[in-house]
Structures are given as C-alpha cells and as structure tokens.
C-alpha cells in the first residue's frame, strides 16, 4: 500500500510507464506538500559540511558555475572541510542563479519514504536531486533523462515544456551525452505546457525531451529519477561466468580471414547460448530482478536504547541435558550450569540474540541480580560475543 499514491493514481503511473508517456497528476494527498519546503531547504543547506563539488552546484543562464567560484576553506566559519561559501551562494542565487543538490534520499526521512514508495511502484533504483530556481531564469536547455523522472513539486510553481521528440531509451553512456547545442536542434516543437503546483507530480519517461521554467521566485521540485532493470545489466550480472569460460579466456592466435572472424562469431554464440540457457541461472535472474531496487535503510538509534545492550551466543557453543543437568559444550569443554540458571540457559540459547530486557520479560519471577550474575557469567566465559 503506498503512503503518497492512491490506487487510482498508482494506476495510471502504471499505464503511462508502460505506454511511455508523460502524465501530471495534480496533488490529491496533502503529505506529498510536506516532503520539502523552503524552510527545510534552508535548514538542509545550512548543514555545510555535507555539501561539496559533488553534490551541490550552481547554475544560470544554462551554465554550469565553476564550484570554485563560490567555495570556501571553512576555517572562520567552523566548516571542517571545503564547502560552499553562504555569502557567495546566496549572492548568485540574488542574481539568478539556480541551486541543484544531488543524491538527497537519505537526507530527510519524507525524501526516503518517497523515494521507498516509487521503487515498491515500480521496483526501480532511485536517486533524488532537488532543483531551486528564480523567477524567469532557466539552468538547463532542452534535453532528455537516461532514467525515468517523477518530478514533485514542492514550492512556488513551475511550467514544464513537453517537446515533441524523444531518444529511444538513452542509457547513462558518453554516446548520450552530447554536447548542449545538439540537445537544442533535437527536441522539436512544444507539444504541451504543465503548470506544476506544490504537492503535484509530472511523470516523464526516459528519452522525452523536456525543459522547465519557473513562473515565480523560490520554485523548487524534486526529481526522482527511476532506473530499472536491462539485459545490458545482465550482460554485467553474468560477468563472472564468461570469465570462468575457456573459450571467452583463450587466445586469438591468428586470423587470416573474414570466415576466420566468423567462426570465432559462431563460437562466442554457441557459448553464450550455453551461457544464457542455464536452467540453473534462471533463478538468479529473477532474483537479481526482484531485488533491484535499493534496499533504502536508516538508523533506529530509539529501538537500540529501548531494547538495551544486546548479547549473541558464540556460533561454536551448545548446550546439552543429561540427567537431569545442564552442560555448556564447544569442542573442547563441557561446564555444567548452576541449577539456579537452568530456566534462563535454556531460553537464551533458544533465541541466541538475548538483552537484559528479554530476559526479564520472559521471566519475572526471577531476580535482577540473579539475571545480572548470568550475564556476567556468560560474558566472563566468552560465551556471549
């Protein structure tokens, strides 16, 4: 069930992926207005250490500001490595300048929520990059994307150029990065204008051809770029298989002839027809499939204090029961166990992953310094890791 969509929206996500084409879904859920905001902006901005010549750049006019040239060593402003200067940056931003942070997921908690719920939507990779612009000027010509783009706008409004060519599924290689004027004498006419609003989403598919201007100061949106799976990537998943190969190994010793080309040709498919039609690879194909998106994670510092300090058997330790007692064995040593312990041995090795917390859950009716002393005696043992 997804947390920003609902089933309808969903739905037609789904039809304009499949069909390739561009849809504005005008907001319907008031949380998708809450992913980012010029507040949050400012704040996240503000966190200076974070940002460097990677992820955070400037644009106007369609040019790429050098990060040079508003950079700063930190040292009066307790930065503790080079990042951009407040002072200049909001002083090209005055001029109007465009502000572009990259790779944002993990950011803030509603950019991963939203990113978790578009790779559950359509069991893609995700990357997300927020775009602030003034009013009237544009940081980027007509182009395409390598990836598919749902683009949330957050703040002020923008109107986006629908151009009406397209790149058949361009992939993130130097033979689509072309130079910015022939992007310009590629995208043909404009056939749709969309006026973005917060909280609204423009779905764009790899390949279409598009750009955005900002009809008022302040518009910012963020682009959730989509990147799925490509037999181009199982080429790359198979890769250790073509290395255990003889044949893709040997060496080409000789050729005389173009029928010696084409016997080699012959060979390399035979081989990879042996390759590819592995019954027992299937499997991990459709495996590779499934897990494809990233597995988007973050900290619960809050469940860690909750449960408390944490203990794990050792791997090499058993118990055992004979007559009536317990023994602690590994491969050399069998202890017996006090008969004070023996509810609390039997638990624990149950479970394997135990804190003080479980424990007295489990058994009220035994002593903190009872639970304590066998901890300690666990830890002194070498028995807990």
């Not at 400012?42 to 950079?71: E, G, Q, R, Y």
């Not at 700063?72 to 001029?95: H, M, Q, S």
């Not at 990836?147 to 992939?171: M, Q, R, S, T």
């Not at 090795?349 to 304590?372: G, H, L, P, Q």
């Amino acid at each position: 069930m997804s947390n920003y969509f609902s089933n309808n929206q969903i739905d037609l996500l789904a039809k304009a992926k499949s069909e390739k084409k561009y849809i504005h879904l005008k907001n319907e859920n008031e949380s998708l207005k809450k992913v980012m905001n010029i507040k949050s902006l400012n704040k996240l901005i503000s966190m200076h250490n974070c940002w460097d010549n990677k992820n955070f750049a400037l644009v106007l006019n369609k040019n790429t500001i050098p990060f040079t040239a508003f950079f700063t060593k930190g040292d009066t402003l307790g930065f503790a490595k080079t990042a951009p200067d407040p002072i200049k940056v909001e002083n090209y931003l005055r001029k109007g300048a465009s502000l572009v942070l990259n790779d944002l997921i993990y950011f803030s908690n509603e950019i991963e929520k939203l990113a978790s719920d578009l790779q559950s939507i359509t069991n893609g990779r995700c990357q997300a990059n927020l775009y602030f612009s003034m009013q009237s000027h544009q940081a980027f010509a007509p182009h395409f994307d390598t990836h598919d783009v749902f683009a949330l706008h957050c703040e002020g409004e923008k109107i986006w150029n629908i151009y009406e060519n397209f790149e058949k599924d361009p992939i993130n290689h130097p033979i689509y990065k072309q130079e910015l004027n022939d992007k310009t004498e590629k995208p043909g006419k404009i056939i749709d204008q969309v006026l973005l609003k917060p909280g609204d989403l423009l779905y764009l598919p790899r390949g279409q051809f598009h750009d955005a201007l900002a009809s008022k100061n302040g518009a910012m949106h963020i682009a959730f770029g989509i990147t799925y799976l490509k037999p181009i990537d199982i080429f790359q998943y198979y890769y250790d298989q073509l290395i255990i190969n003889d044949f893709f190994r040997s060496d080409i010793r000789q050729i005389n002839s173009t029928d010696d080309i084409k016997n080699i040709h012959t060979e390399i498919t035979s081989q990879l027809n042996k390759i590819f039609n592995n019954e027992k690879l299937y499997e991990h194909s459709l495996n590779y499939f499934k897990e494809w998106p990233y597995k988007l994670t973050g900290y619960d510092i809050e469940k860690i204090i909750n449960h408390g300090v944490q203990y794990e058997i050792a791997k090499n330790i058993t118990i055992t029961e004979e007559e009536k007692k317990i023994f602690i064995v590994n491969e050399k040593h069998k202890v017996p166990v006090p008969e004070k312990f023996f509810q609390i041995i039997k638990f624990v090795f149950e479970k394997r992953i135990v804190s003080y917390k479980s424990i007295k859950s489990e058994f009220n009716n035994i002593s903190d310094d009872i639970i304590n002393e066998f901890i300690d005696a666990m830890k002194n043992m070498k028995i807990f890791i």
